[in-house]
């Protein structure tokens, strides 16, 4: 599985950088994410499955020069284009990691985030718990086909087009689109203190924010 994510996304990347960037403010989402972070000056935050780094920008912003920003990804030719991307605005509190963020290359932090990765993971449930433990703020943005038909029927089609990516083995993929994103909105909501959801884009995109301290987890 791992192969073949690396493989599709290092063919689309400079495709995928451009697209992410243009539609970067498109619903909200992405702001709202960062805000639902709740970051303060200073924090560690860690983005799973950043790609070319289009959250990053803001991320950096709501933590300031005293915070840092880890952006790790498994797919090399994403995270060149996120390093060049630093490189050019010269940050120096953002590091890129190449890693798997079903198995996180990192200890702690005060937050994590997640946009548009857990519908690629065959156990999105046990990945997003590993995640609660690591931060008191946990934010996901993932597909979600729980809006109008004309919604449903541009999401089926799209992940039709990604079904080697999604890993859709016949079935109806918007069913495990649906499943994945339940299973880390239920992730969240037995780790984490407290959780709310928001939907975007004609309820194709939810968005769970989990907050609690990773010392007091529940279960
Ligand atoms: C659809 S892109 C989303 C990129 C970025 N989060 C955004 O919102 O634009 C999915 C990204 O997740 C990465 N990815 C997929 N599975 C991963 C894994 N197990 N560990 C780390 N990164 C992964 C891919 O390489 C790709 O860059």
Redesign the pocket.
Known sequence: M?RR??RG?AAWARV?DWF?RATASVGGVRADCVRALDLDAGDAVV??????G??VPALREAVGPTGRVIG????GA?LERARGLARRRGWENVEFVR????RPPVRSADAVL????TS??SDPYAVVSEWCALADSVVVAAFAPRGSRPANAALSAFARLNGRLFDVRGGDPLDQLDARTAATGRALADRMETVSEERYLFGTISMYAGHGPADDRKG
């Open positions: 791992a994510i690396q996304y995928y992410a983005e799973f499955g950043c790609g070319p289009v959250n790790v990804d498994i797919t994403m890693g798997d963020a079903t997640a946009t548009f990765v690629l993971f």
